[in-house]
């Protein structure tokens, strides 16, 4: 999994074009806004549906640490394709990203899932201080374990 | 290289704070507003290092022909690292970066390059059309030639 993690004053977004892949989506999900959020940019990879729970798991721990240091008021999961050129299922990156949902909020975030597979449109205001744009390189493997997970620091763009 | 070419009604920046690798700029680069562009989010790797002049080239003709379709008003390059794991130096991206900004103003386009290696706000706001958002891995091979650089379609986010 490949994350960007952005801190915002805001994001909108409108869900535009169905593609062949798109989750069916009530109403109140067409579009969002969100203010002082963090949004989380996904993209689910192949490596991932071979340890859903445990790669959930240590996105949950990354989302945790960077929070605790710059305390958003919400988590926006935005499903993002183009971070990664080795992508999972559809099916496996909707069913994790909800797993993501669920965990996040039994942690007591307030958490919001952008749909998966529309086109949309988005406005979003990244704060810029040095925290407020975090890339990571997320897998399954517990960090304690021999193996551990490639993970890139804190880049300027 | 790894770009994200976004067809937007809006991209504004403000530099922040610097960076060890920053590159040293003009008042007028502090901060700036762009309407109507394609923001060609960048990420120069390693291996463009080795042609950079090719890498550059392939890059000039991936934004003439998404621009053929969408026809924004102008163009804009903006450094960003968390494209890529794999990057080169900071010297041999910005000489990149400079190089595209001469290439395709030649070429007959408005072009503006944000500052390289500075924290900054931003906001953006992206139209959400088909071809609003795409992702392109772009190396210094010739498309004709037998080895044909990886690229990645069109994916909804
Ligand atoms: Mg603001």
């Not at 994350?3 to 062949?20: A, F, G, S, W």
């Not at 999972?88 to 965990?103: G, Y």
Request: net charge negative.
């Amino acid at each position: 999994m490949r994350v960007l993690l952005i801190h915002t004053d805001y994001l909108k977004y409108k869900t535009k074009n169905k593609t062949p892949i798109a989750e069916e989506i009530e109403k109140d999900r067409e579009e969002g806004a969100f203010n002082e959020a963090l949004v989380v940019f996904t993209a689910v990879e192949k490596d991932d549906e071979k340890n859903p729970a445990g790669v959930v798991n240590n996105l949950i721990n990354e989302i945790k640490s960077t929070n605790d240091q710059i305390s958003a008021e919400k988590i926006v999961l935005y499903p993002y394709a183009h971070l990664s050129s080795s992508l999972s299922s559809p099916k496996a990156a909707i069913d994790i990203l909800k797993m993501a949902e669920d965990e996040l909020s039994v942690c007591g975030f307030e958490v919001s899932r952008v749909p998966f597979g529309w086109y949309k449109s988005f406005e979003i205001s990244c704060k810029g201080h040095p925290l407020s744009e975090l890339s990571r390189s997320i897998e399954a493997v517990d960090i304690t374990a021999d193996e551990i997970g490639e993970e890139e620091e804190s880049e300027p763009s």
